[in-house]
């Protein structure tokens, strides 16, 4: 069984559309997250949600939206994408917002 | 701010030990975590250190010193399954977000 799933897992789009990309664990953990990578190797959290509450919110453009309907679901919606948003997208889970990150496979964002 | 170094690329060979080197300048400090990320797949955690010392789990250790702002990952009995990037994240003790390093990846050759 997945801890954390992600989908898609690849994403091709053209500039200017909007986008989700959805998230589940079935830890049973309290605090989500998303985090990008980019194509430098990167990694640099976005957005943090604990007990569906945003805890943590990067400086990331407004075109960045999470939203957590419950506990276990954590979506990213981006609006009118850009090329500088292709990037691999990773959604984690942790037990709480001090124990270890346990990671989704990744999405990988291409704009084209 | 926070500035996480270590090394961009370590070549080792298959049986041997590598010493994964992490330098970080942070306003503050609550844990410094080393993850695992195979080319293209999820980072994976390996190990934990908020207080000074070593962490052994298996053929991975991690060292933490706090007062140097510097920690290690060493790896033992190299397998060829362990070429990876190792990637060094200290967390914020203000809201726990984790900062990670560019990592390092490893490269074992038979």
């Known amino acids: 069984d997945t801890a954390v799933s992600q989908t898609p897992k690849y994403l091709v789009t053209q500039m200017g559309n909007d986008k989700s990309i959805k998230c589940e664990q079935n830890?049973?953990?309290?605090?989500m997250y998303w985090y990008k990578q980019d194509s430098k190797k990167f990694l640099k959290i976005m957005f943090s949600y604990n007990n569906k509450e945003l805890i943590i919110n990067e400086t990331v453009p407004n075109r960045f939206s999470p939203k957590s309907p419950d506990k276990a679901h954590l979506n990213l919606h981006i609006n009118s994408l850009e090329l500088g948003d292709s990037a691999v997208y990773f959604c984690?889970?942790?037990?709480?917002?001090?124990?270890?990150?346990?990671f989704g496979q990744g999405t990988r964002l291409t704009v084209v | 701010g926070q500035n996480i170094d270590q090394p961009t690329e370590m070549t080792a060979t298959e049986g041997a030990i590598v010493q994964i080197n992490c330098t970080y300048q942070t306003s503050g400090f609550n844990g410094l975590f080393w993850y695992q990320q195979h080319a293209g797949e999820a980072p994976t955690f390996l190990s934990y250190n908020v207080l000074d010392g070593l962490e052994e789990k298996g053929r991975f250790s991690s060292f933490l010193s706090r007062s140097k702002g510097y920690s290690y990952l060493l790896l033992k009995e190299l397998q060829m399954k362990d070429s990876a990037s190792y990637l060094c994240?200290?967390?914020?003790?203000?809201?726990?977000?984790?900062?990670f390093g560019a990592g390092t990846t490893v490269t074992v050759r038979a």
């Open positions: 984690a889970s942790s037990q709480d917002p001090k124990a270890e990150a346990f």
């Open positions: 994240a200290v967390r914020d003790p203000n809201d726990y977000k984790l900062s």
């Open positions: 830890l049973g953990h309290d605090t």
